[in-house]
């Protein structure tokens, strides 16, 4: 397609740093950066296909030079703040290791974030002062020292990965480079998360299959059961939020998956660290989460 016949935005996105071309395919638009660039979410150069333009062009203006690398020159990673407990206080937790990260991880498909909206359990009292504080860097470490901090836990410890926040991404393509090195610096724990991030952008689903094969369960989050069998059929673990006033603790959905309310929300003095059936349980089993917190009635109107 000649620039006469490109639209606007592509010949935008042509013009940017690192871009070696832009074509119409049937796939969608297809960009592909020039060898020695790359983004934080796409190592080594490479080529994104999208419908979108508005997001090929998010995906690609912070494109930088890897030789010499500079990555910290425009932020990513390197900017993020991440925040380790090493014994959380927190009466439903349990005593065990939690992290937060800085809000700039979340997902932006996420349901719950304040733009699509709200509900997110987090930006209730007191953990969110406390969420504000890593994101504004009052508080936390950068990437690598806590990395650093999660090997030197002791082995076999207890681990929830992000009270607050999701799994390090770049307009909602998970980072391969933050995958590996995170995922390595946990093996060593019982560790899980969870993820709202889509399952359908990018490399996301084979760095989540990833990270659960290494041991350390990601579990995908959603919304309602069409949802999560879908994550289950591809072959992940996955969590659904309910109504509060759900009275069934455990019930089939049409897939035939069996989804449990959480014990630690339906059982007194049950905690995570009791329970810990978000770190290992049977493939076929959902585990359903009470809507709470100050946003429950904003987070229930997202649930199918």
């Known amino acids: ?167 390090y991404h770049n307009n909602g393509r998970i980072s391969r480079t933050f995958v590996k090195e995170l995922t390595s610096s946990v093996r060593h724990l019982r560790a899980f998360t969870y993820t709202h991030h889509s399952l359908t952008m990018g490399e996301n689903l084979s760095l989540i299959k990833y990270m659960n094969r290494q041991g350390f369960t990601v579990n995908v989050s959603t919304e309602s059961e069409a949802a999560a069998d879908s994550a289950i059929a591809a072959g992940l673990p996955a969590v659904m939020v309910v109504k509060s006033d759900e009275t069934r603790q455990s019930w089939r959905t049409p897939a035939g998956n069996m989804v449990l309310v959480c014990p630690a929300q339906r059982i007194e003095d049950k905690t995570c660290a009791d329970c810990m059936l978000c770190h290992k349980r049977g493939c076929k089993v959902i585990i359903g989460f009470l809507a709470h917190g100050t946003g429950k009635r904003k987070a229930e109107a997202s649930l199918v």
Not at 33 to 56: F, N, Y
Not at 57 to 77: C, F, I, N, S
Not at 100 to 107: E, F, K
């Open 1 to 167: 397609m000649n620039n006469a016949r490109m639209p606007r935005a592509a010949l935008v996105i042509r013009s940017l740093p690192g871009v070696e071309s832009l074509e119409r395919e049937e796939d969608g638009w297809c960009c592909r950066l020039a060898h020695g660039w790359t983004t934080d979410a796409l190592e080594g150069g490479g080529t994104i296909i999208d419908r979108s333009l508005a997001m090929i062009h998010a995906y690609v203006r912070d494109a930088y030079q890897t030789v010499p690398a500079a990555p910290a020159a425009h932020g990513g990673l390197s900017a993020v703040r991440f925040h380790l407990t090493t014994r959380s206080t927190n009466a439903k937790t349990g005593p065990m290791a939690v992290s937060t990260s800085s809000r700039v991880t979340c997902s932006p498909v996420c349901p719950f974030l304040p733009q699509n909206g709200g509900g997110c359990y987090a930006q209730s009292y007191p953990l969110n002062l406390h969420w504000l504080k890593v994101t504004n860097a009052e508080r936390g470490v950068g990437f690598k020292e806590f990395c650093a901090q999660l090997r030197s836990l002791p082995a076999n410890s207890k681990f929830r990965h992000n009270q607050a926040g999701d799994l």
